[in-house]
């Protein structure tokens, strides 16, 4: 039987302090034994077939107790975390306080909860939001400059690019000016600008995709912008709406929830700039900063991300809204083909997590 107490901290975290009796702590005496024993080496005797009065000769009590004690609360944890009905976030940390042979365990483990969340009037607040889009937000128009605009954008990016480095430059020589291509003569010899733009004719469009002509590439560019449009209205509208019902939850943050927004911003920053063929640490050196600069940096942009995890996974819990699981499994049949090495449970977790959040946004547009 287990001795235990559970004393809320601060910041959502809880100490649980407790004893594991003798006799059950004594079980796992024989298993530590031989783990420790599976790597020790000891003249005269294979790695892993020192018998058992030769380990508990060699072997310092100390160190059994050790394994015994990370064994027990490794088993016991888990079970601990559900008789105590509590949403545990990670693994926690084990502190022992007692520990000996013939004697129970005594131990304190501090680990992080789901806090408690109070939401604020989230229907009304959605409500009162989209009641004050415009019609100009509602009606959204492709103008013609839009398109030009675009198209513009498109043949800049098609065009050949011209090293400012190669361009002539021209100095005054005696009176005469004298045309001399020199990589020196310009501070921004490194940089590139656009060439003469392509023409915009059917060729043109033809090589972009398979677009019959300029016509047929004007409507559907036309279509696509539209589109583009409509999604930076939607996701205005679904910031203004979790914004404010942040801003009026009440929530007690755990540490730990802010450190794991903070690996992922960094992680996939890291990540993009890996992919530029650079390395992190010379990035680094050219911002002037260290990564906990841009630990403290970032910190704000983890602690909103982590709100938001809370409050939707509240409202969903609330209004009882989960994800298909057959979208789910395509989604993530999708992920693992185009990335081969990633984990599927974590693929299966992501894309359930995405499919609930838009379930729930879609409910608050709706109400």
């Known amino acids: 039987m287990l001795k235990i107490k559970v004393t ?3 910041k959502g975290e809880v ?51 050790e394994e015994m004690a990370q064994m027990a609360l490794s088993d016991h944890y888990p079970k601990i975390i559900k008789e105590e009905k509590l949403d545990a976030i990670g693994r926690g940390e084990f502190f022992i306080t007692k520990l000996a042979r013939k004697n129970p365990l005594g131990f304190k483990i501090k680990t992080a909860i789901l806090p408690e ?8 607040i959605a409500r009162g939001i989209l009641s004050k889009i415009t019609d100009t937000e509602k009606n959204i128009v492709v103008t013609d400059g839009d398109l030009e605009n675009t198209i513009m954008d498109i043949r800049k990016s098609r065009a ?6 190669d361009l002539p430059v021209e100095k005054e020589v005696k009176g005469k000016k004298e045309v001399k291509i020199s990589e020196t003569e310009s501070p921004d010899a490194s940089k590139e600008e656009s060439g003469e733009l392509p023409i915009f004719n059917d060729d043109f469009v033809k090589a972009l995709g398979p677009f019959k002509g300029v016509e047929d590439f004007k409507v559907k560019l036309r279509e ?9 209205q939607i996701e205005k509208t679904r910031l203004k ?49 260290t990564m906990e600069d841009l630990r403290k940096e970032f910190r704000t942009d983890a602690e909103k991300k982590a ?61």
Do not use: C, W
Not at 255 to 282: C, G, H, N, P, Q
């Open 117 to 124: 969340i109070k939401l604020p009037d989230y229907r009304d």
């Open 15 to 65: 100490e649980i302090e407790g004893e594991l009796e003798t006799d059950i702590f004594e079980t796992y005496f024989a298993s530590a034994l031989k783990k420790i024993g599976e790597n020790l080496e000891l003249d005269g005797f294979r790695r892993g077939k020192i018998p058992e009065n030769i380990l508990i000769s060699e072997i310092p009590e100390i160190r059994i107790l």
């Open 160 to 165: 050949p690019k011209i090293h400012l480095a």
């Open 8 to 10: 809320k901290l601060p």
């Open 307 to 367: 709100k938001l995890a809370l409050a939707l996974n509240e409202i969903a819990k609330i209004e009882k809204i989960t994800a298909d699981q057959q979208q789910v499994e395509r989604e993530v049949a999708q992920i693992l083909e185009h990335y081969k090495e990633a984990d599927p449970k974590r693929a299966h977790m992501h894309a359930e997590n995405v499919l609930i959040n838009e379930k729930i946004f879609q409910f608050l547009e709706n109400l």
């Open 241 to 289: 709406i979790i914004e404010k019902i942040i801003e009026k939850s009440e929530m007690d943050l755990p540490e730990i929830l802010i450190e794991v927004e903070l690996d992922k911003i960094l992680y996939r920053m890291e990540s993009d700039i890996t992919a530029m063929s650079l390395k992190f640490e010379d990035y680094l050196k050219h911002l002037g900063k």
């Open 224 to 232: 696509n912008i539209q589109l583009e449009k409509e999604n930076k």
